[in-house]
């Protein structure tokens, strides 16, 4: 049966990098993050309270470390490696087995503070433990692509590299020192018996543009020499790189144009970060803990506003509903890659793994869904939801991994998918999207944005399937829209996969696609790396000219189905449009290719194109 964990802290979502401490050079400002509510552990807990943190803690500084030397040396897609993968799980399996020992009696447990307190259970330490680094492994995904992206040059530049270094070693710095020095004041409070939340004393948070420090002085001072000595750091190293005009080629801190964007995006997120994975560490509020035999649906449906619950690894063949707001629904065992999974149950009828309709403020955490017939996560009409370190393994049966439909203010981060017959990754009818972090192979589409607006996509990585990304408009949802996206900094190199589609527009796409563009409208295409891609790197097409080459396949087009107003640059595209009989229609292979049924103005200017070059480029229209 599922066991209900008690209150401790309230651990607030936040969508962008927020939240650092106050800094005496005073030059960032952060959005709010007020802090978790952390009360200290009983004498009985103190020692399972301590290493639980301690080695969560050193979990967090060795995957940093390992994964970002393993990107900085050999590029995405090698990483991470079977070193680096030994490294982590060394960490892993040394963090377990302390925590495990510190835990092991009720006595310990039950000394805890919040969530992990009560009840008591066999193999309760190892769970702990489980869910812990899981949790934590979710939020170093995100800060590994904050601190070091991809890590992919498009150019020589000796300022730019070290600017790059310095971002990713100085970020890393601030996440680990920063959970360091918080879980230093929390510890002694607890030793001390300070009674009430001690968040206060020793974490402190923004409200309103304002920082307030925490009252224990020394942890006050030393939280802000944290944030100090990254932001002369960055100054220091990253200055040429502004001056030189390289600042958006870092992968790192995507978005980032000036010194100010640097310094808040080293310090924001990390410390942000720290903040949540304390209170990961010293407990948890309104959570409900759910184990291989017991009903997702039953916790589901008993669950209030804002709780969390939390899933121990195993295989769950169940298919569930969410219908409560503000859930984060939360697997466990991530860290070492045995996030729980989810089937279809023997004769089961059901298509789709988890279902949320007309649910807002939801966060889908580390959880994995394989060979479901439909869709293995799917949400619609929803506001506000987040899914993060979602896994999604379609098993060339599965039609979409992860759909977010006709929702809007959505995040997709840290993500993978393979295996699915249309788009691993899809976003569509959606409004205000963030798609960042992520990796899809061997689909049919990696990364699908179609239908939607203002959709920020960077920062991914796609390979390995018959088109990379994908976006564009159709004729058949309600919403007529694709436009004002801005989509930079992904890499999408050898999508040369054979097309295994089982119907719709997908079975349109060239083997050999990086990235494809349809009937798109005022979106910013920019520093992306796009290789490799045996038909074509870049398609910048339209409806009407896809059914003239390729057939019937938009009928009826879209009222608008022009492509106008978009801007191709600084792009790196080379190495693409090398073999025409990977499907491509004869004599139309290159690395990019501007081919419009209805002539509307584009730009396509300052992009690096390898010896197949481009085809149609004489159309393009630049301000």
Same mark, same amino acid.
């Given at each position: 049966?599922?066991?209900?964990?008690?209150?401790?802290?309230?651990?607030?979502?936040?969508?962008?990098?927020?939240?650092?401490?106050?800094?005496?050079?005073?030059?960032?400002?952060?959005?709010?993050?007020?802090?978790?509510?952390?009360?200290?552990?009983?004498?009985?807990?103190?020692?399972?309270?301590?290493?639980?943190?301690?080695?969560?803690?050193?979990?967090?500084?060795?995957?940093?470390?390992?994964?970002?030397?393993?990107?900085?040396?050999?590029?995405?897609?090698?990483?991470?490696?079977?070193?680096?993968?030994?490294?982590?799980?060394?960490?892993?399996?040394?963090?377990?087995?302390?925590?495990?020992?510190?835990?092991?009696?009720?006595?310990?447990?039950?000394?805890?503070?919040?969530?992990?307190?009560?009840?008591?259970?066999?193999?309760?330490?190892?769970?702990?433990?489980?869910?812990?680094?899981?949790?934590?492994?979710?939020?170093?995904?995100?800060?590994?692509?904050?601190?070091?992206?991809?890590?992919?040059?498009?150019?020589?530049?000796?300022?730019?590299?070290?600017?790059?270094?310095?971002? *990713?070693? =100085?970020?890393? &710095?601030? %996440?680990?020192?920063? $959970? +360091?020095?918080?879980? /230093?004041?929390? @510890?002694?409070?607890? !030793?001390?018996?300070?009674?009430?939340?001690?968040?206060?004393?020793?974490?402190?948070?923004?409200?309103?543009?304002?920082?307030? *420090?925490? =009252?224990?002085? &020394?942890? %006050?001072?030393?939280? $802000? +020499?944290?944030?100090? /000595?990254?932001? @002369?750091?960055?100054? !220091?190293?990253?200055?040429?790189?502004?001056?030189?005009?390289?600042?958006?080629?870092?992968?790192?801190?995507?978005g980032a144009t000036n010194i100010a964007d640097l310094e808040a995006c080293v310090v924001c997120p990390n410390f942000n970060g720290a903040v949540e994975m304390i209170g990961q560490e010293y407990g948890e509020s309104a959570v409900t803990l759910i184990e291989?035999?017991?009903?997702?649906?039953?916790?589901?449906?008993?669950?209030?506003?804002?709780?969390?619950?939390?899933?121990?690894?195993?295989?769950?063949?169940?298919?569930?509903?969410?219908?409560?707001?503000?859930?984060?629904?939360?697997?466990?065992?991530?860290?070492?890659?045995?996030?729980?999974?989810?089937?279809?149950?023997?004769?089961?009828?059901?298509?789709?793994?988890?279902?949320?309709?007309?649910?807002?403020?939801?966060?889908?955490?580390?959880?994995?869904?394989?060979?479901?017939?439909?869709?293995?996560?799917?949400?619609?009409?929803?506001?506000?939801?987040?899914?993060?370190?979602?896994?999604?393994?379609?098993?060339?049966?599965?039609?979409?991994?992860?759909?977010?439909?006709?929702?809007?203010?959505?995040?997709?981060?840290?993500?993978?998918?393979?295996?699915?017959?249309?788009?691993?990754?899809?976003?569509?009818?959606?409004?205000?999207?963030?798609?960042?972090?992520?990796?899809?192979?061997?689909?049919?589409?990696?990364?699908?944005?179609?239908?939607?607006?203002?959709?920020?996509?960077?920062?991914?990585?796609?390979?390995?399937?018959?088109?990379?990304?994908?976006?564009?408009?159709?004729?058949?949802?309600?919403?007529?829209?694709?436009?004002?996206?801005?989509?930079?900094?992904?890499?999408?190199?050898?999508?040369?996969?054979?097309?295994?589609?089982?119907?719709?527009?997908?079975?349109?796409?060239?083997?050999?696609?990086?990235?494809?563009?349809?009937?798109?409208?005022?979106?910013?295409?920019?520093?992306?790396?796009?290789?490799?891609n045996n038909s074509f790197g870049i398609a910048i097409l339209d409806q009407r000219i896809i059914n003239a080459v390729a057939g019937p396949t938009f009928v009826p087009e879209s009222v608008d189905q022009s492509t106008s107003g978009n801007t191709f640059r600084?792009?790196?595209?080379?190495?693409?449009?090398?073999?025409?009989?990977?499907?491509?229609?004869?004599?139309?292979?290159?690395?990019?290719?501007?081919?419009?049924?209805?002539?509307?103005?584009?730009?396509?200017?300052?992009?690096?194109?390898?010896?197949?070059?481009?085809?149609?480029?004489?159309?393009?229209?630049?301000?």
């Amino acid at each position: 049966m599922h066991r209900p964990l008690s209150v401790a802290i309230n651990t607030a979502f936040i969508l962008l990098s927020t939240s650092l401490p106050a800094s005496s050079n005073g030059a960032i400002v952060c959005d709010d993050s007020p802090a978790p509510t952390i009360e200290a552990a009983a004498s009985a807990g103190l020692k399972c309270q301590k290493t639980i943190a301690k080695e969560a803690q050193k979990f967090v500084k060795a995957r940093l470390a390992a994964e970002t030397a393993c990107i900085e040396a050999s590029g995405p897609i090698a990483c991470p490696d079977g070193t680096t993968n030994t490294t982590i799980q060394e960490a892993v399996a040394t963090a377990q087995a302390k925590i495990a020992a510190a835990c092991a009696s009720n006595e310990a447990q039950g000394g805890l503070s919040g969530a992990y307190g009560t009840p008591t259970f066999e193999g309760a330490a190892s769970t702990i433990a489980s869910c812990v680094l899981g949790q934590h492994n979710a939020r170093v995904s995100i800060l590994v692509g904050n601190n070091v992206g991809l890590a992919t040059p498009l150019s020589v530049s000796k300022n730019r590299d070290t600017c790059s270094k310095t971002i *990713a070693k =100085s970020g890393n &710095k601030v %996440a680990v020192d920063t $959970a +360091k020095t918080i879980a /230093k004041c929390l @510890d002694t409070q607890a !030793k001390l018996g300070t009674a009430g939340d001690l968040a206060p004393i020793c974490i402190g948070g923004w409200v309103s543009g304002v920082f307030t *420090a925490p =009252s224990d002085l &020394k942890t %006050a001072e030393a939280l $802000a +020499k944290i944030s100090d /000595k990254a932001e @002369d750091a960055v100054v !220091k190293s990253c200055t040429a790189a502004v001056t030189d005009g390289v600042v958006d080629e870092i992968f790192a801190c995507s978005g980032a144009t000036n010194i100010a964007d640097l310094e808040a995006c080293v310090v924001c997120p990390n410390f942000n970060g720290a903040v949540e994975m304390i209170g990961q560490e010293y407990g948890e509020s309104a959570v409900t803990l759910i184990e291989p035999g017991d009903s997702l649906q039953a916790a589901l449906d008993a669950a209030s506003v804002g709780d969390k619950i939390l899933i121990a690894s195993g295989t769950y063949n169940e298919a569930t509903l969410v219908g409560t707001a503000g859930l984060s629904i939360v697997g466990c065992g991530g860290a070492s890659d045995d996030r729980p999974v989810f089937r279809p149950a023997e004769g089961s009828t059901d298509v789709d793994g988890m279902r949320a309709v007309g649910i807002d403020g939801l966060t889908f955490q580390s959880l994995e869904f394989a060979g479901w017939d439909e869709n293995g996560i799917f949400s619609q009409n929803s506001d506000n939801v987040v899914y993060r370190d979602i896994v999604g393994t379609g098993e060339h049966n599965s039609v979409y991994a992860i759909y977010p439909v006709q929702s809007s203010n959505v995040l997709v981060e840290g993500c993978t998918s393979e295996g699915v017959v249309d788009a691993g990754i899809y976003v569509g009818q959606d409004e205000d999207i963030v798609v960042r972090y992520n990796r899809a192979w061997d689909n049919v589409a990696g990364i699908e944005v179609e239908n939607s607006a203002r959709a920020s996509v960077y920062n991914n990585l796609a390979y390995d399937n018959t088109g990379g990304l994908l976006v564009f408009k159709l004729p058949g949802p309600a919403l007529q829209i694709s436009l004002d996206h801005d989509v930079f900094h992904n890499v999408l190199n050898n999508n040369n996969t054979a097309n295994f589609c089982e119907a719709g527009a997908v079975c349109a796409i060239p083997q050999g696609t990086g990235l494809m563009v349809i009937s798109t409208d005022t979106t910013d295409f920019h520093h992306n790396v796009v290789q490799g891609n045996n038909s074509f790197g870049i398609a910048i097409l339209d409806q009407r000219i896809i059914n003239a080459v390729a057939g019937p396949t938009f009928v009826p087009e879209s009222v608008d189905q022009s492509t106008s107003g978009n801007t191709f640059r600084d792009n790196l595209v080379t190495g693409n449009g090398l073999d025409t009989d990977t499907g491509a229609t004869a004599g139309l292979a290159a690395d990019i290719i501007y081919l419009l049924g209805q002539l509307a103005p584009n730009c396509i200017r300052n992009n690096v194109l390898g010896s197949v070059g481009g085809i149609g480029l004489v159309n393009s229209i630049c301000p």
